[in-house]
């Protein structure tokens, strides 16, 4: 008999855990700053979202489909990889598979390595975030340039992205400029010395940076928003024309994407085409969408396939739906979470409501045991997805799987079996009562002694009320009997 | 050992073992538009505008004066064509492998497109002759765009039946954005800047 032992989740080269939630969190909330931008930066999206999704007519039945959609993918996920496959070396591209990170940036590496290049340009990819590929080609003697401008403001700036869709969003304009006029001259044409913080002008020094780059670079580096099994196209949605740049200019194109970001047919692109630019930026459509299918227009293409524990994520049936995320985003802008704490404390390159979800998924719950409970469960990120991802289900079902402290367990064990009898129910109402007498003057108590003090180092407690229900009842109802 | 695609594949099947049954894709989301002829142009025509794209309508005698106008109040003394656009313009340079350093010392791009949807304000190029390859579109800093009528849908899903998928596609929905900085939308990162549509009607 073999014993089966899970699946391999994704490998630690990868970006998804650091610092426990608590304690990032609890620096994160302290920068008054950072709060501020996050506060208008997430309104602001909130806002536009909701305006745009409200003129769709017909939201509810496209938001239905595209769950369906990917349920579909994912039950057959095994074939309909074979037929990506196929439609893509049929179209003259290659096709590669990566088990983990590590396999991912040796695949890649040799690639570039194969073309001579000791640069490559890159298209924003949480995929290659995911994997750490910027480090692993550094070490490898390739610089990767980011092109996405906040991408470029986090590189510069030796910071992470701590957010999906607008990664420098804990940034202000006056730290955007002295990032550039600091930092740019050292990798390549260096910002004006009149740089002002107006957007214009920092958006125009990107512009004039990354110029050469384009023109220059041989290689590029992308990520893909979708593939479509049965014609092998690949698409990435963008705004600024930075990816355009990327994949149209360079003689070889290098996609690396998870093996979720499926869908089966042609056809089902316009129901994603019309979920992904509402929800992400609240617009009717992203400024500028690629697709290719194949190698085209004298490119050489390159399509690698990861797993990196997102085939853990696919064994578990009560957690799998977390691989429909088209990574739109609009649950980190909704959370109220986020908005206080913002995406570095969550310590994965998946911040916010899908990434308490997925990372742990990801990397084992115990790699990531605190994320789970990074959430208020108020039910705001479900309503927002486009794909009806019931995010918080999911995080009750991985609370219930990370390890506990033995301490917590003891306390849950004694209220289970204070509950189990009326008698011993009484009993331990009569001494709760006892607690109001510790937090008489402000109405709270802010601190248990331990065990219990891990719960409220991060809560108030309120006192235990004066009259319990069960006493109330006797005292106007008779004890009933 | 075996290889990463056996690995991964006997991975999928296993976290598969469950056997979910296949969902069932209900597609009864709008496919078709309702508007007619006369409001659907207007719309296309009110979303470009509200992109930040400029819009001239003309009818198909007019078109090539209409171009040649555009061109001139651009000062685009030098534009790139793809080799099958069927009009003759004034400095017009035709697409003939350019490098892109050759395509970035040129004022702009006068292309046609495959459709146009109405209610996104998206112009949809598949690379045809008239449109030429991704790079003419992409490096110059003004891009000049013909959409006749009958290239024009209201929504998403008739745009994407039209489409062939072995071709390579770009959607444009007005000029390159970015809201990258304290999410101050500003036109023009890294695209065309400016992008005009003259629609024939
Ligand atoms: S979970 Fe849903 S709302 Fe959140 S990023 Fe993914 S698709 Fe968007």
Same mark, same amino acid.
């Given at each position: 008999?073999?014993? =089966?032992?899970?699946?391999?989740?994704?490998?630690?080269?990868?970006?998804?855990?650091?610092?426990?939630?608590?304690?990032?969190?609890?620096?994160?909330?302290?920068?008054?700053?950072?709060?501020?931008?996050?506060?208008?930066?997430?309104?602001?999206?909130?806002?536009?979202?909701?305006?745009?999704?409200?003129?769709?007519?017909?939201?509810?039945?496209?938001?239905?489909?595209?769950?369906?959609?990917?349920?579909?993918?994912?039950?057959?996920?095994?074939?309909?990889? $074979?037929?990506?496959?196929?439609?893509?070396?049929?179209?003259?591209?290659?096709?590669?598979?990566?088990?983990?990170?590590?396999?991912?940036?040796?695949?890649?590496?040799?690639?570039?390595?194969?073309?001579?290049?000791?640069?490559?340009?890159?298209?924003?990819?949480?995929?290659?975030?995911?994997?750490?590929?910027?480090?692993?080609?550094?070490?490898?003697?390739?610089?990767?340039?980011?092109?996405?401008?906040?991408?470029?403001?986090?590189?510069?700036?030796?910071?992470?992205?701590?957010?999906?869709?607008?990664?420098?969003?804990?940034?202000?304009?006056?730290?955007?400029?002295?990032?550039?006029?600091?930092?740019?001259?050292?990798?390549?044409?260096?910002?004006?010395?009149?740089?002002?913080?107006?957007?214009?002008?920092?958006?125009?020094?990107?512009?004039?940076?990354?110029?050469?780059?384009?023109?220059?670079?041989?290689?590029?580096?992308?990520?893909?928003? =979708?593939?479509?099994?049965?014609?092998?196209?690949?698409?990435?949605?963008?705004?600024?024309?930075?990816?355009?740049?990327?994949?149209?200019?360079?003689?070889?194109?290098?996609? $690396?994407?998870?093996?979720?970001?499926?869908?089966?047919?042609?056809?089902?692109?316009?129901? =994603?085409?019309?979920?992904?630019?509402?929800?992400?930026?609240?617009?009717?459509?992203?400024?500028?969408?690629?697709?290719?299918?194949?190698?085209?227009?004298?490119?050489?293409?390159?399509?690698?396939?990861?797993?990196?524990?997102?085939?853990?994520?696919?064994?578990?049936?009560?957690?799998?739906?977390?691989?429909?995320?088209?990574?739109?985003?609009?649950?980190?802008?909704?959370?109220?979470?986020?908005?206080?704490?913002?995406?570095?404390?969550?310590?994965?390159?998946?911040?916010?409501?899908?990434?308490?979800?997925?990372?742990?998924?990801?990397?084992?719950?115990?790699?990531?045991?605190?994320?789970?409970?990074?959430?208020?469960?108020?039910?705001?990120?479900?309503?927002?997805?486009?794909?009806?991802?019931?995010?918080?289900?999911?995080?009750?079902?991985?609370?219930?799987?990370?390890?506990?402290?033995?301490?917590?367990?003891?306390?849950?064990?004694?209220?289970?079996?204070?509950?189990?009898?009326?008698?011993?129910?009484?009993?331990?109402?009569? $001494?709760?009562?006892?607690?109001?007498?510790?937090?008489?003057?402000?109405?709270?108590?802010?601190?248990?002694?331990?065990?219990?003090?891990?719960?409220?180092?991060?809560?108030?407690?309120?006192?235990?009320?004066?009259?319990?229900?069960?006493?109330?009842?006797?005292?106007?109802?008779?004890?009933?009997? | 050992?075996?290889?990463?695609?056996?690995?991964?594949?006997?991975?999928?099947?296993?976290?598969?073992?469950?056997?979910?049954?296949?969902?069932?894709?209900?597609?009864?989301?709008?496919?078709?538009? %309702?508007?007619?002829?006369?409001?659907?142009?207007? !719309?296309?025509?009110?979303?470009?505008?509200?992109?930040?794209?400029?819009?001239?309508?003309?009818?198909?005698?007019?078109?090539?004066?209409?171009?040649?106008?555009?061109?001139?109040?651009?000062?685009?003394?030098?534009?790139?064509?793809?080799?099958?656009?069927?009009?003759?313009?004034?400095?017009?340079?035709?697409?003939?492998?350019?490098?892109?350093? %050759?395509?970035?010392?040129?004022?702009?791009?006068?292309?046609?497109?495959?459709?146009?949807?109405? %209610?996104?304000?998206?112009?949809?190029?598949?690379?045809?002759?008239?449109?030429?390859?991704?790079?003419?579109?992409?490096?110059?800093?003004?891009?000049?765009?013909?959409?006749?009528?009958?290239?024009?849908?209201?929504?998403?899903?008739?745009?994407?039946?039209?489409?062939?998928?072995?071709?390579? !596609?770009?959607?444009?929905?007005?000029?390159?954005?970015?809201?990258?900085?304290? !999410?101050?939308?500003?036109?023009?990162?890294?695209?065309?800047?400016?992008? %005009?549509?003259?629609?024939?009607?």
């Amino acid at each position: 008999m073999t014993v =089966f032992l899970g699946l391999p989740r994704a490998d630690p080269e990868s970006h998804l855990h650091g610092a426990p939630f608590p304690q990032a969190a609890r620096a994160a909330i302290a920068d008054t700053q950072l709060r501020r931008n996050l506060g208008n930066a997430t309104a602001t999206i909130r806002a536009k979202r909701a305006r745009v999704v409200g003129e769709v007519p017909d939201w509810a039945a496209l938001r239905a489909a595209g769950a369906a959609i990917k349920d579909d993918t994912l039950a057959r996920l095994p074939e309909l990889l $074979v037929q990506l496959e196929e439609a893509v070396t049929a179209r003259g591209g290659t096709v590669h598979w990566a088990r983990d990170a590590t396999e991912a940036n040796r695949i890649v590496t040799a690639l570039v390595q194969a073309t001579g290049a000791d640069e490559v340009v890159k298209v924003k990819s949480m995929a290659t975030q995911e994997i750490g590929l910027n480090e692993a080609l550094e070490a490898a003697g390739i610089a990767a340039w980011e092109t996405d401008l906040a991408e470029l403001i986090v590189q510069l700036g030796h910071d992470t992205p701590s957010h999906i869709l607008v990664p420098a969003i804990h940034r202000n304009r006056a730290e955007i400029r002295e990032i550039f006029l600091r930092e740019m001259g050292r990798v390549g044409l260096p910002a004006p010395a009149d740089l002002t913080d107006s957007p214009p002008a920092l958006a125009d020094a990107a512009r004039r940076h990354l110029r050469q780059k384009f023109l220059d670079a041989r290689v590029a580096i992308s990520g893909a928003n =979708f593939a479509v099994a049965s014609t092998g196209t690949l698409s990435v949605v963008e705004s600024e024309g930075n990816g355009r740049m990327c994949i149209t200019l360079p003689r070889t194109l290098i996609t $690396v994407m998870g093996i979720e970001k499926l869908v089966p047919t042609w056809q089902d692109l316009e129901v =994603f085409l019309q979920l992904l630019p509402r929800s992400s930026t609240g617009e009717r459509m992203n400024p500028y969408t690629s697709m290719w299918s194949g190698a085209v227009e004298g490119q050489e293409f390159h399509l690698v396939l990861l797993d990196n524990g997102r085939t853990a994520v696919l064994s578990d049936p009560e957690g799998r739906a977390a691989l429909r995320c088209i990574r739109c985003s609009a649950c980190l802008n909704v959370c109220p979470v986020y908005e206080r704490t913002g995406g570095h404390a969550y310590g994965s390159i998946y911040p916010g409501p899908i990434g308490a979800v997925l990372s742990p998924q990801m990397t084992g719950p115990s790699q990531n045991s605190t994320l789970p409970y990074a959430s208020s469960l108020c039910g705001a990120c479900y309503d927002a997805c486009p794909v009806a991802i019931d995010i918080p289900s999911m995080l009750v079902h991985l609370r219930s799987q990370v390890p506990h402290p033995a301490a917590e367990r003891a306390v849950m064990r004694s209220v289970a079996y204070a509950m189990g009898s009326p008698r011993r129910w009484a009993v331990a109402l009569a $001494v709760s009562k006892a607690g109001r007498l510790l937090g008489r003057r402000r109405g709270r108590l802010s601190t248990l002694p331990p065990p219990l003090s891990g719960w409220t180092s991060s809560r108030d407690l309120p006192l235990p009320p004066a009259e319990s229900f069960r006493d109330w009842w006797t005292r106007t109802h008779g004890d009933g009997s | 050992m075996s290889s990463a695609r056996d690995e991964v594949l006997g991975r999928i099947r296993r976290a598969l073992a469950d056997r979910p049954a296949p969902a069932e894709v209900r597609r009864d989301y709008r496919r078709t538009g %309702e508007l007619d002829r006369t409001a659907l142009l207007d !719309l296309l025509v009110d979303r470009l505008v509200d992109y930040k794209a400029s819009v001239r309508r003309c009818a198909e005698p007019e078109l090539a004066g209409t171009l040649v106008d555009a061109l001139t109040e651009r000062g685009a003394a030098r534009v790139v064509v793809p080799p099958g656009l069927p009009w003759d313009l004034p400095g017009a340079v035709r697409d003939d492998d350019l490098t892109a350093a %050759e395509l970035d010392d040129l004022d702009g791009v006068v292309t046609a497109c495959a459709v146009a949807v109405a %209610e996104t304000g998206t112009i949809v190029l598949d690379s045809s002759p008239d449109q030429g390859r991704r790079m003419i579109t992409l490096v110059p800093d003004y891009h000049l765009c013909v959409v006749r009528a009958d290239q024009v849908v209201q929504i998403v899903p008739e745009a994407v039946a039209r489409l062939d998928p072995d071709r390579p !596609l770009t959607w444009i929905s007005g000029p390159s954005a970015t809201s990258d900085i304290e !999410l101050n939308r500003v036109e023009g990162v890294h695209g065309p800047r400016t992008l %005009e549509v003259v629609l024939v009607d």
